[in-house]
């Protein structure tokens, strides 16, 4: 069973800072999902990728398959950009069984 | 397009009561899931489908059942409500299984008493 690991657990930055989330993961997998849940409680996919790195808007994602690690960057960061941050991965195994998720991080973006 | 739906939004279940948590997609879907989130944890799997007719146990089924009788519904059935069974609902789909963007519903909120 894969262990999804994120970090930092809660964070809170000022508007503009350059944020960093951490994700780690203990299986090999197939492919790496982020994403975000507003304080309301929706989920919304930012990013799936297997390599590399993929960049949308002010949101930056990047992996390392070598090294079962995952960052998701915001750039000039924005109250608006305050919610859970959560990374999921796709087995590779075969079996149709969803997403293993991590625990999320919590980003407070004050003005 | 709605995209997947979710009803009801929120419900406070008895203990020993039943119920079935709705949820509906609109974009032609394969697959199906059923998650839950409790506080502090990550979302867990409950079942998914593959397909009409075809439904698999995820990582914690107990206490659940599923049907999938077409491609747009997957209803989740609760048979003997339980306080462990305290918790948010997501219900999420994706055209296929690997390497796809899974849509997430807006969440049911259960609380059971």
């Known amino acids: 069973k894969n262990e999804v690991e994120q970090s930092p657990q809660n964070l809170t930055a000022q508007e503009g800072e350059f944020i960093t989330i951490n994700c780690s993961y203990s299986v090999g997998i197939s492919a790496l999902h982020w994403l975000q849940q507003h304080p309301g409680g929706g989920i919304v996919s930012l990013f799936m990728?297997?390599?590399g790195k993929k960049k949308h808007g002010r949101l930056i994602a990047t992996i390392n398959i070598q090294e079962k690690h995952s960052s998701l960057h915001i750039t000039a960061s924005h109250p608006r950009d305050s919610a859970v941050y959560i990374c999921?991965?796709?087995?590779?195994?075969?079996?149709?069984?969803?997403?293993?998720f991590g625990k999320g991080t919590h980003l407070i973006i004050q003005p | 397009n709605a995209g997947v739906t979710q009803t009801p939004k929120f419900r406070i279940l008895k203990i020993g009561q039943s119920m079935t948590l709705q949820c509906t997609q609109d974009?032609?879907?394969?697959?199906m899931y059923w998650y839950r989130q409790d506080p502090g944890m990550g979302l867990k799997l409950i079942y998914y489908s593959v397909g009409a007719g075809i439904t698999d146990k995820g990582e914690v089924p107990n206490g659940y059942n599923v049907s999938r009788s077409t491609t747009e519904d997957f209803p989740l059935r609760l048979e003997l409500a339980a306080p462990s069974q305290t918790s948010v609902y997501f219900c999420?789909?994706?055209?296929?299984?690997?390497?796809?963007?899974?849509?997430f519903g807006p969440g049911t909120r259960l609380t059971v008493l």
């Open positions: 999420a789909s994706s055209k296929d299984r690997e390497l796809d963007t899974q849509y």
């Open positions: 974009m032609n879907h394969n697959y």
């Open positions: 999921a991965v796709e087995g590779s195994g075969g079996g149709a069984d969803g997403l293993t």
């Open positions: 990728l297997s390599s």
